[in-house]
């Protein structure tokens, strides 16, 4: 790399870190009010308990075990692009592995207390941990979920340390952040010995965080598939999700990176070149998983077994019909047909296809989630209505968990680098510690 | 006339009422043989003397709450009797736990008493449940393997964490 552009990612980031300007004030404003109203909502809830919602004794599940899956499910972003892409050695994933470890670290945190919102009394939650048992799928989720995101944490934080030390040595910073970039700058000044240290701790996380990413999703499905319920009880439920999670994961991270991209002026480092490699990569697992999604239903059909059928009749022609369809169409037929034309090759073809896969994934969770509540073995009492329609309450909340997983992640990028300089820059390091521009010693270790 | 200052009248009343309070019968629990059988004895007395014609309750603890098996009158010398209940399995101590209540004169009815007796049928042995996932605790290869993989999880964590602070001491 050339050392103009090497200063250009530099200079770049720094600018991205300069005093927010009136649309960046005005959209943090905006999702803060959404997130405002959100808590409103669940103040709303905590007053009067579950009745705010539309969940019943037949639907004890509703949008926010969707919005939980789905948040869940796009967390996968950061283990894939980071973690997979380090290990197999693609370089190309250097300016864009900080955006998917952020990804990661934001959704966990707004799918975690989507369990506890739906919990109704958080102030039970305790009671998991005192008396939760260890055959309960339940108890499985909380261990994974919570090394997930203390592992997400590390593996945001780690490949970080080297950026840090450049914005602790950067002049003109305000004290705050002098006082944050030093403390969480480690005291790294490029010598080899911490690019070593640096290098193996990146790489036990690449390769830890893997297992524990797809630990996560299986249990997640698991707490469905551990059930005795039509749609649910499955043998191929984990690695649906596991899937389906890198399928929602990549629209993610591309959706990210267009809008960062237009938004902080980062054509100049992320190449279009990169965006295409994304949508392959979403287009084979889109693949994958409409495989998957066929195999999921073909058998029932086929079968028509017992309580599989209504089920699947309610979503094929009844009363999920437009849900089920609009999955389909807007998961899967449309983004992957426009993949596969020459539009997918083009910005806004893979963002608008990015867009409806991460649509299209949240309905597929609805689809997990409700059909099979409106499907139980006992027959309903006489005259309900097994119908679910969330309610403000349920809507306003949604709405606050993406406002907060998009506030997050502006404010993020306007305290921390949203691109690893670094890792772009490989010889920024070498060449401030004073050693010639790819020291032998460290070039053996630079991940 | 001037009235009686309250204070007056509860010093006046007190030692009445803990007298009234007091008098009540006392009843002692005892097991018996009569006639080569069994018996459950109850002896009711007040003051120190046997009360004749008072109408026992006697019933037996059981899991749920007590189970009615048996009513007696005591005679003149204060006490009642019926068969000890020979065919009902005991507690886990090993011992039938009855309580005996006065049901007549209903001024007496808040009164009762409590002792255990060996029983005749010993309680089944308890059995623990065993380790499976119905069970209260899980089966061991279950427990075992979700420790095994949490501590392989968060080691790898602490190593990370020990090679951040190798990096501050700046090798």
Known sequence: M???????????????LGPPGFAHKSLVIALGMVVAWALVAYVHQLRIGLAATAMSDYFSWGVYIVNFVFFIGISMAGSLISAMLRLSNAHWRHPISRLAEAITVFSLLVAGPMILIDMGRPDRFIYV????????????????LTSYLAGSFLYLYVPMIPDLAILRDTPGLSRWRQKLYGTLAMRWTGTVNQYRNLDRAVSVMAIVILPVAVSIH??????????????????????????????????????????????LNLQEHIPVDHLRKLAKLMLLFGLIYAYFVVNEHVGAAYTGEGAERPLLEKMISGQYAMQFWGMIFVGFVLPLLMLVTPLGRSIAGISVAAILVNIGMWLKRYIIVVPTLASPFMPPREGAHLAYVPTWVEWSITAGGFAAFLLMFILFSKVFPIISIWEVDQTKWPRLAGMPPIPSAAATVLP | MKPIPLITLILLLWPWAA???????AISLSTDIEDGKKMVQASVSLNGKPLENVVLQYFVQRTFGNMLFGQDTTLDDGTSAVAFPSDLPAASDGKLHFVVRIKTPAQYSA?????????????????????????????????????????????????????????????
């Open chain 1, 218 to 263: 299986t249990v997640t499905a698991w707490l469905f598939g551990m059930t005795l319920r039509p749609g649910w009880h499955s043998t191929i439920i984990g690695p649906d999700f596991v899937i389906g999670a890198l399928y929602s994961g990549v629209a993610a991270v591309i959706t990210a990176i267009v809008l960062f991209r237009y938004f």
């Open chain 1, 2 to 16: 050339s050392d103009a552009k090497s200063n250009n990612v530099e200079r770049d980031m720094l600018a991205t």
């Open chain 1, 129 to 144: 941990i005192r008396y939760g048992r260890l055959q309960s799928p339940i108890l499985w989720d909380v261990l994974s």
């Open chain 2, 111 to 171: 009164v009762s008493a409590s002792a255990g007796f060996a029983g005749d049928v010993q309680p089944p042995p308890v059995t623990e449940f065993p380790r499976a996932l119905w069970a209260p605790h899980a089966p061991l290869a279950l427990t075992v393997s979700i420790f095994v993989i949490l501590a392989g999880v968060w080691l790898s964590y602490f190593f990370v964490v020990s090679r951040i602070l190798a990096i501050r001491k700046g090798g």
């Open chain 2, 19 to 25: 007298i009234a309070q007091t008098a009540q019968p």
